[in-house]
């Protein structure tokens, strides 16, 4: 009975000591977890206060604009606010906020769309852009399907992104990644973003994105038109882009420096079938502009591009190369664009104004060629003025842009030039309707006036 009871006495403290340890073991594994979740919980909360103390003061107005957001039309400053996830709207424009951008994991995001019915005066008119049908008279399309998505990874480090659904002819969609972007804002005077951006040239290439919510009119001015639309300019790129401001007091001095790449295709607008396939070299673009203090929604501004171009040129249905990269002509592409806008006090009054130089280099069959043959140069610019009033907001623009006959880069913009005139309803914080009549002059061309209605919305 001794041995008996001797030995069950051992094997109990052995079973108990074996108990201990393995509840001490999950104590320290949930002391552990606690720890781990407690440093994520003090992350949050120190993300939360950074964005706190940083949004307010923060003036950056996307991805790959300046530092200091362009004055803001009543129309779309709550919009772009939360669009961009950096900027405060001015307390002369600001409308009733929209609610929050939605919240998944972490990613906000928020969604653009439109519907658009365009009739014009003649059945030849120019190329079909978002989904309009060329040769028709009149036509219902879809235009851009915007979602903007971002995410904050540090209280300085973020990325944005930018997904576009365009419709196309027959009713096709094509995906176009707009913008995707790594931001790392280390102060004021030095925000730098990589990857793919929208261009600072001028003031309306970074100051509305695609989202036709965000402009007043239906349409993008033609010298600001997406270049895979038809506009002349080299909206979007790949590479780095640089912005902050200059300790300038009251001047408000900001500067932009960009460099990057990009492979232009440009449609041909006068319905020949064409694309032309641009071939760029690395491009730097330097922009300066002042928000003077004094003036307020006063913005006055300018910038310099400058690339390597080709002159290549596509079927866009057989998608034949009809000339060979080899043969092609190189080109010195210079771009000097100015302007000046103001929008305060229910007030939207923007002009630009832009220089585009075209000489020959190397392997050229021009290069030989007097300077007065060889050297295009095109002169552009559009004015646009509105004013709300209540819920409405009437508008005037007027466009220009004057092509030489002999461009060959440019033989299917010729001269054009004429005015729009329309209005935008808002019917509430996410509809908005707008209507818009147009008459282009076109050299060697009949005027072509068309009449377009859109519904935008957000969501």
Not at 179 to 191: E, M
Not at 229 to 242: D, E, F, K, M, Y
Not at 295 to 319: E, M
Not at 440 to 457: I, K, N, Y
Request: negative net charge; hydrophobic residues 35%; glycine residues 8%.
């Amino acid at each position: 009975m001794l041995a008996s009871f001797s030995y069950s006495q051992s094997a109990t403290s052995v079973g108990s000591t074996e108990d201990d340890q393995q509840n001490i073991s999950q104590l320290l594994q949930q002391i552990k977890d606690l720890q781990q979740q407690a440093r994520q919980l003090q992350e949050r909360v120190e993300l939360l206060e950074a964005r706190q103390k940083t949004v307010p003061a923060s003036t950056a107005p996307g991805a790959s604009a300046p530092p200091t957001p362009p004055p803001q039309t009543s129309t779309q400053t709550s919009t772009q606010v939360q669009v961009e996830a950096t900027s405060e709207p001015s307390p002369d424009t600001a409308t009733p906020s929209l609610p929050d951008m939605h919240d998944a994991h972490g990613i906000q995001w928020r969604g653009f769309a439109e519907v658009d019915y365009k009739a014009l005066n003649q059945s030849g008119p120019e190329t079909g852009t978002y989904g309009f049908v060329p040769g028709s008279a009149a036509d219902f399309y879809t235009g851009d399907f915007d979602l903007f998505l971002t995410s904050s990874l540090t209280a300085r480090t973020r990325v944005i992104s930018e997904i576009d659904f365009e419709e196309g002819d027959a009713q096709s969609y094509k995906v176009d990644l707009r913008r995707l972007l790594l931001k790392i804002d280390l102060n004021d005077h030095l925000r730098i973003s990589l990857g793919r951006f929208q261009t600072s040239i001028g003031y309306y290439n970074w100051a509305f994105r695609s989202a036709s919510w965000l402009q007043t009119t239906a349409d993008r001015p033609l010298v600001m038109e997406y270049s895979a639309n038809g506009g002349v300019l080299p909206t979007q790129a790949v590479g780095i882009s640089v912005t902050g401001t200059v300790p300038s007091g009251k001047l408000g001095l900001n500067y932009v420096a960009e460099y990057g790449s990009s492979d232009t295709i440009r449609p041909d607008i006068n319905g020949d079938g064409l694309l032309n396939d641009e071939n760029n070299g690395n491009a730097i673009n330097v922009g300066f502009y002042l928000r003077p203090d004094y003036v307020a929604g006063l913005q006055l501004g300018g910038s310099f591009y400058h690339d390597h171009i080709s002159h290549l040129q596509v079927d866009a249905i057989t998608g034949v190369q009809l000339v060979q990269a080899t043969d092609s002509e190189r080109w010195k592409q210079s771009i000097v664009n100015g302007y000046a806008v103001y929008v305060s006090k229910g007030i939207e009054f923007l002009n630009e104004g832009f220089l585009i130089r075209h000489s020959p280099i190397q392997n050229s069959s021009l290069e030989n060629s007097s300077p007065d043959e060889s050297i295009f140069n095109t002169s552009a610019f559009y004015s646009q003025l509105s004013k709300k009033l209540g819920r409405v907001r009437p508008f005037v623009r007027y466009q220009y842009i004057n092509a030489s006959p002999r461009n060959v880069l440019y033989d299917d913009i010729g001269l054009r030039y004429g005015p729009s005139f329309g209005a935008r309803f808002d019917l509430n914080d996410y509809l908005a309707f707008k209507a818009q009549l147009d008459n282009t002059s076109r050299r060697g061309l009949p005027d072509l006036s068309g009449l377009h209605f859109q519904v935008a919305a957000t969501f």
